[in-house]
């Protein structure tokens, strides 16, 4: 098969959480037609175990330990260079020398990045056919902390949006095609670089439709009689800690005084502080990391995805939804949903509109109607096979002129990691 080389910020493997459950199943689909040279960093210690399992999907795995602390205050580098921290953050000078080795030794023609950050390694090789799954506009996200953060922060967010959509414009400049995951996340990207328009293009997430099944919900995880409403992500991502403390602190007692028997169930790993103090209000229950998400999800009363900042498409309503259960989505979110609102999810803007959602859907027939429709709409139109489709032609279609173009603004690679597997 043709050697293929993919670069991606995190170790695309288990499919846990949001940006690693679409970088798993890209590099399952372009494995079944290239033979992989796979690099990645592994920032999560509860990852190591699975370096071994990606290497068995590959032709060469090149993993890298880093630690995020040590990163986050290496990539402050930044603030003198001119550059984005998100791009000093995943630089590396082993990465970029096993680059450069990989794509000479191995003759590698094309070349498939996942997330912005990692074409920076690519800049001494304009020769490559290059794509590059931007995924969400990042730099938007930075710019919408800012102002709900206080200064430096607010100051420090604001440089950085600012930065990165700098680096994005230039990486899309340089990349035969670029991907967002939803029409909306191309509309924005065009409005902020117009210069780029028509370079990228959509290409939506799916589910695994098999694996989030309503036949495998498994056991109830709750206590009889009680009304679990639950949110489910990465707790250490601040949109959604910032989700599930509002949704705790605003809309639950809105619940509770009508149904008593309510309780909200955060779960997902690594839970912030602040997500962890939400125990101390008595009606909220926070897991941690979970086997297997599914049967909190299945069992539940309901699922809510209340985040008031959020980019592309958000698995966790999309598995919820192939699991026939209904799910409150906000305003901010409903617009990347390929669904009928009402019919196959819930909307919902301010506490008041989450509460009553959320109570509607404590009669049963009403949750019951949800969750057939969302699970006929996920069969419907987001399965991962038709939705990849779209990769392959882009990596088959005749090369278009991408721009040459420097990346990382003259500046080495100098950061060093641990490597934890490499091999030819």
């Known amino acids: 098969m043709e050697a293929l080389l993919f670069l991606a910020h995190r170790l695309p ?9 679409r970088s798993h199943h890209l590099l399952r689909h372009l494995a079944q037609r290239h033979a992989l040279h796979v690099g990645t960093f592994v920032d999560d210690a509860a990852d190591l175990p699975h370096v071994p399992s990606l290497a068995g999907l590959c032709a060469q795995l090149h993993a890298e330990r880093i630690h995020p602390r040590s990163r986050r ?10 550059e984005s921290m998100s791009v000093v953050y ?5 990465m970029q020398r096993w680059v450069d080795d990989t794509i000479a030794r191995h003759r590698i023609e094309k070349v498939v990045v996942f997330c912005s950050t990692m074409a920076q390694y690519l800049d001494g090789h304009p020769q490559v056919r290059r794509i590059v799954d931007l995924v969400d506009v990042d730099s938007a996200k930075w710019a919408e902390y800012a102002p709900r953060h206080r200064w430096p922060l607010s100051w420090l967010y604001r440089r950085e949006a600012r930065t990165l959509l700098d680096f994005e414009s230039r990486v899309v400049a340089a990349s035969d095609m670029s991907l967002l995951v939803t029409p909306a996340e191309v509309a924005l990207f065009e409005s902020l670089a117009p210069e780029q328009s028509g370079r990228v293009t959509a290409v939506p997430n799916g589910v695994d439709v098999d694996f989030f099944s309503p036949a495998h919900g498994g056991e109830s995880p709750y206590r009889a009689g009680e009304r679990a409403v639950v949110f489910t992500g990465a707790m250490d991502y601040w949109p959604n800690i910032d989700a599930a403390s509002w949704f705790a602190t605003e809309v639950m007692p809105r619940v509770l ?12 790993m690594n839970p912030a502080p602040a997500v962890r103090e939400l125990e101390r209000l008595g009606h909220v229950t926070v897991t941690g990391r979970v086997d ?19 980019r592309g498409i958000q698995n966790k309503v999309l598995e919820a939804m192939a699991l026939a259960q209904p799910v409150v989505v906000s305003d901010t979110c409903a617009g990347s949903l390929d669904a009928q609102a009402g019919r196959d999810f819930i909307t919902a803007g301010d506490a008041q509109s989450f509460a009553a959602a959320v109570l509607a859907l404590f009669d049963p027939a009403r949750a019951r109607a949800v969750g057939i429709a969302a699970r006929t709409r996920i069969e419907q139109v987001y399965r991962w096979d038709s939705a990849l489709a779209a990769l392959d032609d882009c990596l088959d279609a005749p090369r278009r002129g991408a721009v040459p173009a420097s990346l990382n603004n003259g500046n080495p690679p100098d950061v060093q990691s641990g490597i934890l597997h490499s091999r030819s």
Not at 13 to 21: L, T, V
């Open 257 to 268: 005084a009508v149904e008593p028997a309510a309780r909200f169930y955060v779960v997902g």
């Open 13 to 21: 493997f288990p499919p846990n959480k949001g940006d690693k459950i």
């Open 90 to 94: 995943y630089r590396s000078a082993a």
């Open 292 to 310: 297997d998400v599914r049967p909190w999800v299945a069992h539940a009363a309901c699922a809510v995805a209340p985040l008031r900042v959020a």
């Open 73 to 82: 205050i290496a990539s402050l580098r930044a603030l003198a260079s001119g």
